[in-house]
């Protein structure tokens, strides 16, 4: 590849404008040259937004004419196994979206596309690189805790007024790929098993949809796709496990919160940004983290919410494949499969309504 910038395409003008074009743009090593919408989006608009002049309505197109290294997927779930294995047919590397795709089957796929083609496929569980969430990998791998007994991990998001006023579009349709254990129980999963280097064993799992249907401009949208759920479960080595989330909350009730209990002692995260540690029978003592990274001052509050996260993941991406060897910590594929076969066993689960073995 040479010294030259990796030249990226992305698909999807919301999040893909919002946050991938933004901080793409501000890493030295990445160039983005060209954006393609999927269903919608004044072009003009786009441009405006995004500062990029090749923009497209057809995402098939621009990797026709657009001269690529890597396809950057930021679109509705259902859409990344056919953009991706497009993207490796083309010889591109693949940045994709959580969750990677509608189904293992899909994902399963993805991989053996990517692993003919001879590629890196990425993606973009971000927050694994929040200085936080690496600390808790050291101080797990590390093994001062001991063996771990039980691990919960919750997340509650003040959405009440914005899942009942506000249109959810394809996040809130099944079909599509949406609900919540999608967009953020894939990243809760990936992290505990990272993290841990444990493999889920079972899971039990329900899948609420606490407001169901929201109408607006006398129109009523009615929702397919969970806004909550609640798994509980085994690893492979009989530690057991819950994770949760709920967004239909009024408040701000510890908005994310990981406790990890070990034979040793046990480790507690709060809201991203503190890690507190307790040995035997010293009291928990919050641990140092390393330091935030510079932000720049021409992103979008938006893009800024992501960039402690988002921008050392573009460091790992682009060592990655100026290296040819992937970053210890860089989610990749089978990251992202592994994650996938657990979100298709807690959709059975609560299809089912009964605890089901990986």
Known sequence: ?????????????????????????NHPDFEVVAISSVHRGSLEDVEKETGITAVYSNWKKMLEQESLDLLSIASAP???????????????????????????????EMLEAK?????????????????????????????QLGEILHIQYKCTFNGYQSLSKNKRGWLGQQQFGGGMLGAIGSHMF????????????????????????????????????????????????????????????????????????????????????????????SQLTPVELSAKIQEPINLSARALSYYQAFYPMLDAVSQTIKDNTPHPHVPTFEHGHEVQIILDAIRLSAREGRKVVL
């Open 190 to 281: 990936d992290s505990l098993l990272w993290w841990t280097g444990h493999k889920v064993r079972d899971i039990y799992g329900q899948l609420p949809i606490h407001i169901p249907s929201v109408t607006s401009d006398g129109e009523t949208e009615v929702r397919t796709a969970e806004d909550a759920f609640q798994t509980t479960g085994t690893f492979d080595t009989g530690a057991t496990f819950s994770v949760e989330l709920t967004s239909a909350a009024h408040h701000k009730a510890n908005q994310w919160r990981l406790e990890v209990f070990g034979t040793n002692g046990t480790l507690i995260m709060t809201d991203d940004q503190y890690v507190e540690v307790g040995i035997g029978d």
């Open 1 to 25: 590849m040479g010294h030259h910038k990796i030249r990226v395409g992305i698909i999807g003008t919301g999040f893909g404008s919002k946050v991938h074009a933004p901080i793409m743009k």
């Open 115 to 143: 692993s003919k083609a001879g590629l890196f496929g990425f993606i973009n569980f971000e927050f694994r690189f929040l200085p936080a969430r690496q600390k808790v990998k050291e101080i797990l791998s590390s093994g």
């Open 78 to 108: 259902y859409l990344h196994h056919e953009m991706a294995v497009e993207g490796l047919k083309r010889k591109l590397h693949i940045y994709c979206e959580k969750p990677m795709a509608f189904d293992a089957r899909q994902s399963q």
